[in-house]
C-alpha cells in the first residue's frame, strides 16, 4: 500500500473503531445479569478509591499486623 492508501484505511478504521466504542458500555450494560453489574460497579468503585486514597487501602489491607511492644 501508498502512502495515501494506508491513510485513508486508517481513518477508515478510526470511524469503525469510534462507533463501536460508543455504544460498547451501554450494550454491555443491557447484555448482563444484575449480579455482573454490581461486580463491575464495586471494582471500579474500588478503583478509584485506591485512586484516591493513593493506594493506601490496599497496602493497609495486605500489610501483617505489628507485634505488641515490650517495656
Known amino acids: 500500500m501508498d502512502k495515501k492508501t494506508k ?9 469503525i473503531g ?3 466504542g460508543k455504544i460498547g458500555g451501554k450494550r ?7 449480579e455482573e453489574r ?4 464495586r471494582k471500579a468503585s ?3 478509591a485506591r485512586k484516591r ?6 497496602k493497609a489491607a495486605t500489610r ?7 517495656k
Do not use: C, D, H
Not at 491513510?7 to 470511524?15: A, N, P, T, V, Y
Open 28 to 34: 454491555s450494560l443491557e447484555t448482563m445479569t444484575p
Open 46 to 48: 474500588e478503583a478509584a
Open 18 to 20: 469510534s462507533k463501536g
Open 53 to 58: 486514597t493513593g493506594q493506601r487501602l490496599a
Open 7 to 15: 491513510k485513508l484505511f486508517s481513518e477508515i478504521m478510526r470511524e
Open 64 to 70: 501483617p499486623a505489628k507485634a505488641a511492644k515490650k
Open 38 to 41: 454490581t461486580a463491575r460497579a
